[in-house]
Antibody
């Protein structure tokens, strides 16, 4: 069965960077992409971007341009999200989800979420 | 301020029908399909409706979706206590090189 398992809780100081991993299993990793969505405490869902599992092509939300990097490691079927220049506004649960299409909002399997807290 | 507009809350008694609206624009709902996600407390979102009205395997037929012009809606018929959750609409937006937009979410309460 398809599973996405994310790395654990992170606590970072303002200005630092965080790297969250998403280990995929149960499907052909290079056939689909991975999207990242975050959710601040008590808030709604926010799309951050998409990465192809096939060739690493990316599409980032404009608001994160310049401080967001998404990567994949096909040998370990793992996707990574790295967000830099953290502020308290980046405190959120970060989710990865399988994204079979580069466009559209079809996400059929989700990771369990990774809480990132930014605090001095 | 979300690009897609949803009512913040909706409620009903068990067995009733609840409708949730999702309003967008020509660059998102007007030209692309809509998906709906259900998020139970403390859990990851779950795909509930895709391509406007299709249900993934395992989703009860009490849930139905529709789209007209730049708006979409989710209907929950025969409301059950386990339907108490947050519901989000989502769509591709053709502006800014293309990106996904979500609604702000609707909290459904079963009275």
């Amino acid at each position: 069965q398809v599973q996405l398992v994310q790395s654990g809780v992170e606590v970072k100081k303002p200005g630092a960077s965080v790297k969250v991993s998403c280990k995929a299993s149960g499907y052909t990793f290079i056939s689909d992409g991975i999207t990242w969505v975050r959710q601040a405490p008590g808030q709604g869902l926010e799309w951050m971007g998409w990465i192809s599992g096939y060739n690493g092509d990316t599409n980032y939300a404009q608001k994160f341009q310049g401080r967001l990097i998404m990567t994949t490691d096909t040998s370990t079927t793992t996707a990574y999200l790295e967000l830099g220049s953290l502020t308290s506004d980046d405190t959120a649960v970060y989710y990865c989800a399988r994204a079979p299409f580069s466009s559209g909002a079809y996400y059929d399997y989700w990771g369990q979420g990774t809480l990132v807290t930014v605090s001095s | 301020q979300s690009v897609l507009t949803q009512p913040p809350s909706a409620s009903g008694t068990p067995g009733q029908m609840v409708n949730i609206s999702c309003s967008g624009s020509s660059s998102n709902i007007g030209s692309n399909t809509v998906n709906w996600y259900q998020q139970l407390p403390g859990t990851a979102p779950k795909l509930l409706i895709y391509s406007n009205y299709h249900r993934p395997s395992g989703v009860p037929d009490r849930f139905s979706g529709s789209k007209s012009g730049t708006s979409a809606s989710l209907a929950i018929s025969g409301l059950q206590s386990e339907d108490e959750a947050d519901y989000y609409c989502a769509a591709w937006d053709d502006s800014l090189n293309g990106h996904v937009v979500f609604g702000g979410g609707t909290k459904v309460t079963v009275l």
